[in-house]
């Protein structure tokens, strides 16, 4: 594999993927110019248990990767009847989805022989990073906004990460985090702006394709910075430019009524995500009230004729009871998306099956049940 190069969409620079710069010069989101094979299961190493068994279609430019995988991807699929199924993404090494991103990232990191890394979250994503710098020998620090959950935060203290909870909101305590990266003081292993996190996530693409030999007429996804919505479409790409998607499926983006801001721009057409204040929501993973891609969120959605759903805040905590009633105890993130699902099946909007993940363990929700 050669150089890896990162672009900016908006101005056309290139640069190598070393670069400490986390962010283009105009204020661009970087991209990766990355192509990989076409998506075959022949090419997929069934020795490794792990999303690292598709290393074939990942930007990895070297094997750093055994050094920082601690087993994440391969979690199961269940029917939760018989037009639903769920895949367990809380099943990971720190009971998050955001484990397939930080895998990608750290790797990269641990590629470059950085020493530092620093990051922003509401939580799950800091955990992720937190967990595989450990795992690198990497020291770590991350921002967490106040009110994020006690659980999350002792978490990411317990894998000896500095933690600083800022006293702003979300996206305040984003700026602060990115303030303090352009200071040079660590590598900013960003879940937003580093593309190998998406590269992570595409993985869960991958893992359902593989698992039932198809994928679902329906894929419902938690949008607030788009982390996993980002990769479910590029591997999407990937699979029907291999042929092997008779149809693409509807990719339906879940936001709370707190904090829509993509939703609102996507319902009024407009090209950029509308300017809100986000309230408080229990669904703090997806409370993101200025998404650093959200421009390119709307594109996919307007360009593959994706669907937008809210949830009602007052619909969260029946959703997590009713989930934790059938075996699955869930953070209010993924109970926010259930619900949303749950409303749209009452409504007769869904047609076929519906595939949800369920992000983030229970646990990590305390307070409210």
């Known amino acids: 594999m050669g150089e890896l190069q990162f672009y900016c969409p908006r101005c056309g620079r290139r640069i190598a993927v070393k670069t400490p710069e986390y962010c283009c010069a105009c204020g661009g989101a970087f991209e990766l110019d990355f192509a990989p094979p076409a998506f075959d299961l022949a090419l997929v190493d069934s020795s490794q248990w792990g999303l690292f068994r598709y290393r074939a279609f990942l930007p990895l430019p070297d094997e750093s990767w055994r050094a920082v995988t601690m087993g994440e991807g391969m979690t199961p699929v269940l029917p939760l009847d018989a037009q639903t199924l ?47 710098a450990a795992r690198a020998g990497m020291e770590c620090e991350i921002f967490v906004p106040r009110g994020t959950s006690p659980a999350k935060i002792d978490m990411i203290r317990s894998y000896g990460a500095e933690v600083v909870v800022f006293e702003g909101t979300r996206d305040e305590t984003a700026e602060a985090c990115r303030q303090k990266a352009k200071s040079g003081a660590a590598f900013y292993a960003s879940h937003v702006f580093n593309p190998f996190f998406y590269q992570g996530t595409k993985t869960y693409v991958y893992e359902v394709y593989e ?41 339906w983006a879940v936001q709370s009524e707190r904090c829509a801001p993509i939703l609102r721009a996507f319902e009024a057409g407009e090209k950029t995500p509308a300017d809100i204040k986000p309230l408080p929501t229990l669904a703090e993973g997806i409370a993101i009230g200025r998404p650093v891609r959200g421009e390119r969120i709307l594109q996919l959605a307007r360009a593959h004729g994706d669907r937008f759903v809210s949830i009602a805040e007052e619909e969260i905590l029946p959703a997590r009871r009713a989930l934790a009633e059938r075996g699955f105890f869930v953070e209010h993130t993924t109970a926010a998306t259930y619900a949303a699902y749950l409303a749209c099946q009452s409504r007769g909007d869904v047609q076929g099956d519906s595939l949800l993940p369920l992000c983030g363990a229970g646990l990590k929700s305390q307070g409210k049940q």
């Open 86 to 132: 769920v895949k367990l993404e809380y099943a990971m090494p720190t009971l998050s989805f955001k484990d397939r991103g930080a895998a990608l990232v750290i790797s990269l990191c641990k590629s470059l022989g950085v020493q530092r890394v620093l990051q922003d979250s509401s939580g799950n994503a800091g955990n992720s990073i937190a967990a595989y």
């Open 211 to 251: 698992q039932l030999g198809r994928l679902p007429d329906n894929l419902f996804v938690p949008v607030g910075n788009g982390t996993l919505y980002l990769g479910v479409h590029l591997a999407l790409d990937e699979l029907e430019k291999a042929g092997l998607l008779p149809r693409r499926p509807t990719v």
